[in-house]
Every structure is written in C-alpha cells, then in structure tokens.
C-alpha cells in the first residue's frame, strides 16, 4: 500500500491549501482515510477524519470550521482543504488509511491507521 501525498507549501496567515493524498495498492473505496499533522517538537496528532462512503466526517477542535476533508473513490484520493491558516497550522501533514475493512465511519486514533503517507510540509507565515 502506497500513499503519497502532495499540496503543501507556504502560505501568508489566512491564505488557503489544498492537500491531497493518492493511494494505491488497497481498494482505497473500503476503506476510511485520515489526515494527521506533526509540528516541530510536538506529537502526531489527529485532524480530520472520513468515513468509507463520506458520508461522515469529524474534525479536531482546533481546525473544525476551517478544513474539509473529502474523498474520490473513483480517483482513489483524499482531500483536504484547509482556508483561514493560523501560523499554528505550520506542520507536516500525513494522510493515513485505516486498518479496518469497512469499519465504522472514522477514526481518530493513530493505532486505527496501519498504512502512512511520506508527509507535507504546510508553513504558514505570519
């Protein structure tokens, strides 16, 4: 299972990024996909979540309101789009599948993704 993401950059406080995330090697369609990010010096942490048909999606507080993750089964990716960046957003951000087979509709746990993307690094400026 590979899964590459790409999108990230630098960007002005405010400005907007849209990270995506192609998978390859599993049937992408079910399973649920995850977005997590690791600033410098602090822990992976958990940022959004969708469920197998999209149909469901859960955000951390610090970013709900602010970023959409979305889904293309035909395209087998995963999207997340992120507006209104504060200079705390500054990270690198991992997607990551799931180890479920059609599990329940997300997760938000690191030991329910089995398979991780290479990172994108997101800087925003102030």
């Known amino acids: 299972v590979q899964l590459q993401a790409s999108g990230g950059g630098l960007v002005q406080a405010g400005g907007s990024l849209r990270l995506s995330c192609a998978a390859s090697g599993r049937t992408f369609s079910s399973y649920a996909m995850g977005w997590f990010r690791q600033a410098p010096g602090k822990e992976r942490s958990f940022v959004a979540a969708?469920?197998?048909?999209?149909?469901?999606?859960y955000y951390a507080d610090s970013v709900k309101g602010r970023f959409t993750i979305s889904r293309d089964n035909a395209k087998n990716t995963v999207y997340l789009q992120m507006k209104s960046l504060k200079p705390e957003d500054t990270a690198v951000y991992y997607c990551?599948?799931?180890?479920?087979?059609?599990?329940?509709?997300?997760?938000?746990?690191?030991?329910?993704?089995?398979?991780w993307g290479q990172g994108t690094l997101v800087t925003v400026s102030s």
């Open positions: 990551a599948t799931s180890r479920y087979y059609y599990g329940s509709s997300y997760y938000t746990e690191i030991r329910d993704y089995d398979y």
């Open positions: 969708i469920s197998v048909s999209a149909r469901s999606t």
